[in-house]
T-cell receptor, first 111, second 117 residues
Framework: GEDVEQSLFLSVREGDSSVINCTYTDSSSTYLYWYKQEPGAGLQLLTYIFSNMDMKQDQRLTVLLNKKDKHLSLRIADTQTGDSAIYFCAVTDSGTYKYIFGTGTRLKVLA | GAVVSQHPSRVICKSGTSVKIECRSLDFQATTMFWYRQFPKKSLMLMATSNEGSKATYEQGVEKDKFLINHASLTLSTLTVTSAHPEDSSFYIC?????????????FGPGTRLTVT
């Protein structure tokens, strides 16, 4: 089945850029998503990218998609302490509406 | 728009009892709802997919007699953990989709923390 991997931790200084990476094994997902989870809370959709695109920018967020390498990344510009959270990438399971979540990256922003 | 609520947000129950968690879509009709379980510092594990008016589809390894799911209306799905045991303690999150938008986006509830003593 689909396997979606992320690095577990990332630590950056306030004001720097953060880059969170995600790799997946099945390339059939039409949309690929990035979600943010704060402690004890549900998931908040940050952004998504259509599989025919290779880049999408939304204010401080930039998503890059490399379909050949099956690699997705989320760049957060000017990272703030409020960005500290766990970030999950998600792809859709082939032919279904089900999400397959990545392992999650815990972002810590140092003041 | 697209708000999903869960109730309760936290529940503590004794071992052997049952507990019901509700998931509601507040401003849209959810044709499909999903139930996830999240262990501490882990990713979300899909437990089951629930379509309104039909039986839920459970993922492999999830006991359907233990985790009863009912999707009685287009705005409400319930998860009942029957005969709960301490190992059922977890964070349970639901999501909902109306499957009408182009992105098939799932909208997530805030989660329910279950502690079984």
């Amino acid at each position: 089945g689909e396997d979606v991997e992320q690095s577990l931790f990332l630590s950056v200084r306030e004001g720097d850029s953060s880059v969170i990476n995600c790799t997946y094994t099945d390339s059939s997902s039409t949309y690929l998503y990035w979600y943010k989870q704060e402690p004890g809370a549900g998931l908040q959709l940050l952004t998504y990218i259509f599989s025919n695109m290779d880049m999408k920018q939304d204010q401080r967020l930039t998503v890059l998609l490399n379909k050949k390498d099956k690699h997705l990344s989320l760049r957060i510009a000017d990272t703030q302490t409020g960005d500290s959270a766990i970030y999950f990438c998600a792809v859709t399971d082939s032919g279904t509406y089900k999400y397959i979540f990545g392992t999650g990256t815990r972002l810590k922003v140092l003041a | 728009g697209a708000v999903v609520s869960q109730h309760p947000s936290r529940v503590i129950c004794k071992s052997g009892t049952s507990v019901k968690i509700e998931c509601r879509s507040l401003d849209f009709q959810a044709t499909t709802m999903f139930w996830y379980r999240q262990f501490p510092k882990k990713s979300l594990m899909l437990m089951a997919t629930s379509n309104e008016g039909s039986k839920a589809t459970y993922e492999q390894g999830v006991e359907k007699d233990k985790f009863l799911i009912n999707h009685a209306s287009l705005t409400l799905s319930t998860l009942t953990v029957t005969s709960a045991h301490p190992e059922d303690s977890s964070f349970y999150i639901c999501s909902a989709t109306d499957r009408t938008g182009p992105t098939n986006e799932q909208y997530f509830g805030p989660g329910t923390r279950l502690t079984v003593t």
